[in-house]
């Protein structure tokens, strides 16, 4: 089953190790991490920008995340780090540079 998530904000999620990566992400996955926080299953999330432009670059990193991921359940028992393909790396990159993250 695909996910048909639409990527609407730009969050940091700490990792426990104390690590960070920035993910693309909705209300709903942030919500979803903020959960995964309470249950210790990453150190943190938080929001660094809402409402993020319907870019292109947005599109393509949509659809891969979409392809390849569903969204977790609130009945999760661990939390799921979206691994990037180099090019999605770049998209990431991409959409940082266009929102003057980074």
Do not use: C
Not at 3 to 13: A, D, G, M
């Amino acid at each position: 089953m695909k996910s048909h998530e639409v990527l609407t904000l730009i969050e940091e999620i700490t990792r426990n190790d104390g690590s960070k990566y920035i993910e693309i992400s909705n209300m709903v996955q942030n919500g979803r991490a903020e959960l995964a926080a309470e249950r210790q299953f990453i150190k943190e999330v938080r929001i660094l920008q809402l409402n993020i432009p319907h870019s292109v670059h947005v599109i393509n990193y949509e659809n891969y995340i979409n392809e390849n991921y569903e969204m977790p359940t609130e009945s999760m028992d661990h939390f799921e780090e979206w691994q990037k393909t180099e090019e999605m790396q770049k998209e990431i990159d991409l959409i940082l540079k266009e929102n003057h993250i980074g």
